[in-house]
């Protein structure tokens, strides 16, 4: 279901979380929430979820008015950075909880609890208490819980941040697919412009409390709207007023009239891709991103000389922000 | 390495050494302070023979005192149970002003001598009441003087566990469609249940020993008024001492009995927490 939300304001004393906020968001979309911590995208969520209350504006969901209600009647389901499982209920307990609550028949919630708890790959945990779950386990149990009650939305408050990398990639790849599968509209939040290009077809972008572009993954990175987006969602350097993906920067041993040179001055191996850190002959610094083998074609090597020419850059009218 | 094998053999021996001595000092203490007096109560009671000890626990003044002593320390401690949840939930989670005031005013109860406190408690609520309630000398004093000097232990066992609460799980909850007060029944109260029962715990047994307010509100009036530890104190004064002891022993074994039940349930509901 779609959800709709209109200049959203919240301060937290002096602070101010939501700055005038308008997002609309589609229904069945996959979006991510991203921007840097206190960039006030948890607290949209939360106003969205109905934890929050916002000072000023409105919140619409599936084209009805929730501003004014509470959380436990919107109809949505929300996972948390910490799981906040139930600690003295036991897998199934949790996961059954929405619907004990929502008085559903005995044999009605014990179906759907296996449904779910097959879902989530964790049929055989039914009968453990959270404190016996890794905390991968114990996100899907969250999930599974949150899913229980057939929300109309599905809310996630940073929902890896609290695992291991290892864990972290699995569960993305996983969340995708479950999207794909129970087609809820989902909403998460992410300080990880990776997570968000990986796993959301939409993304939003905030800062400072303000939303700063509405985007897909590749839209973003391709034509982002500031200096502060372009830097966010991917590598930048700078010449000058000009902005510059690192591997927009043409590398070249010799020079053909449009270039400038340059020393190289560190070069660092990331396994497929090779990063150059140039000084040009004014003292300019850049960041030049190569494939490993044209870095080895260039024989490239610490102090040499090459010339150098951005083959793509980007100017933004205002200051950079943040 | 044969060196610091042995450095640490050495090492090992000295925290085995340390903790031995730790434990035998702890054995030795709580073997005077509280294993010796009790037994030498229980020596004492039953000094007499069986027969007499039966008789004694089984005077009827006797066993109103208990019955009294029993009722009224399990109905203080099923009140603080309520009140002191309402009162510790109030402090942490309401925000309103002069709210350190009425926290530091909880530990009164704990500072003021027992005996002061029935005093004022007479004073207040006696034959020359200010308020123009009168309740010296009955049962309902009884109740009164016993809430008066129990009413830190939940607040205090609680409060911490509240504060240390992290909102999520009530919040996913709220958003899985409960209410704020199937919330607090589903979510809260589990959570808090170990430190509620600990602290009813301690306020049963308070309550059960309790004297020095008592004695004073009470009026120790036989078969109405008059709680165990009074009787005890009177049989004493009246150079009883065998009798004494049999009460006192019919005390404890009852009081053991009833905090061995709440830390079993205690120990059952923390079985789970992480």
């Known amino acids: ?322 | 390495m044969a060196a610091s094998t042995l450095a640490r053999g050495r090492a090992g021996q000295e925290v085995r050494g340390g903790a031995a001595l730790l434990r035998g000092t702890v054995t030795l203490y709580l073997s005077l302070i509280v294993v010796l007096p009790l037994t030498a109560v229980v020596w004492r009671s039953s000094r007499d023979g069986w027969g007499a000890f039966w008789e004694a626990a089984t005077q009827p003044q006797a066993l109103a005192a208990l019955r009294l002593t029993f009722a009224v320390a399990l109905a203080v401690a099923a009140g603080n149970v309520v009140m002191g949840t309402v009162i510790a939930w109030v402090l942490v989670r309401d925000q309103f002003p002069g709210k350190r005031v009425v926290n530091a005013l909880i530990d009164l109860p704990f500072a003021l001598p027992t005996i002061v406190a029935g005093i004022t408690l007479l004073a207040l609520y006696g034959s020359s009441s200010p308020v123009g309630v009168d309740i010296g000398y009955t049962r309902a004093g009884v109740v009164l003087a016993l809430a008066f000097v129990t009413l830190p232990f939940v607040v205090r066992s609680v409060q911490p566990v509240l504060l240390t609460m992290e909102p999520d799980m009530e919040e996913a909850a709220r958003c899985l469609g409960a209410g704020p007060l199937t919330s607090f029944r589903r979510i809260v109260l589990p959570t808090i249940a170990p430190a509620l029962l600990a602290g009813a715990a301690l306020a049963f047994a308070r309550a059960v020993g309790e004297f020095g307010s008592v004695v004073i509100l009470s009026g120790n009036i036989p078969y109405r008024t008059e709680v165990a530890s009074v009787h005890v104190f009177s049989l004493v004064e009246n150079d009883d001492v065998g009798s004494a002891a049999a009460v006192s022993v019919v005390l404890l074994a009852t009081s053991v009995l009833v905090l061995a039940g709440l830390n079993l349930l205690q120990r059952r509901r923390t079985r789970h927490a992480d």
């Open chain 1, 1 to 322: 279901m779609s959800i709709l939300v209109r200049n959203a304001t919240r301060r937290f004393g002096d602070f101010t979380a939501l700055d005038d906020v308008s997002v609309e968001i589609p229904s069945g979309s996959l979006t991510a929430l991203l921007g840097p911590s206190g960039s006030g995208k948890s607290t949209l969520l939360r106003v969205i979820a109905g934890l929050e209350r916002p000072d000023a504006g409105s919140v619409e969901i599936d084209g009805r008015d929730a501003t004014s209600l509470p959380p436990q009647r919107r109809g949505v389901g929300f996972v948390f950075q910490h799981y906040a499982a139930f600690k003295h209920m036991t897998v199934r307990e949790n996961v059954a909880f929405g619907l004990k609550v929502a008085r559903r028949p005995k044999a009605e919630i014990r179906a759907r609890v296996d449904e779910l708890l097959e879902l989530v790959q964790l049929p055989g945990l039914a009968d453990r208490y959270p404190a016996q779950l890794s905390g991968g386990q114990r996100q899907r149990m969250a999930l599974a819980r949150s899913l229980a009650t057939q929300p109309s939305v599905l809310l996630l408050d940073e929902p890896f941040g609290a695992l291991d990398a290892r864990v972290r990639k699995e569960l993305r790849a996983w969340l995708r697919h479950l999207h794909d599968e129970v087609h809820v509209t989902t909403v998460f939040v992410t300080h990880d412009q990776e997570e968000a290009m990986e796993v959301a077809d939409r993304i939003v972008v905030m800062n400072h409390g303000r939303v700063e572009q509405v985007g897909g993954p590749r839209d973003l990175y391709e034509h982002p709207a500031n200096a502060f987006v372009m830097g966010f969602v991917g590598a930048v350097t700078r010449l000058g007023e000009h902005f510059i993906r690192p591997h927009d920067i043409e590398v070249r041993r010799q020079p053909n009239g449009t270039t400038s040179e340059a020393m190289v001055e560190r070069l660092v191996h990331l396994g497929f891709e090779v990063r150059a850190d140039l000084v040009l002959h004014d003292g300019q610094r850049l960041a030049a991103q190569l494939s490993r083998q044209d870095a080895e074609e260039l024989e490239l090597a610490q102090g040499q000389i090459v010339f150098v020419r951005p083959s793509r850059t980007r100017q933004f009218a205002e200051a950079p922000a943040g």
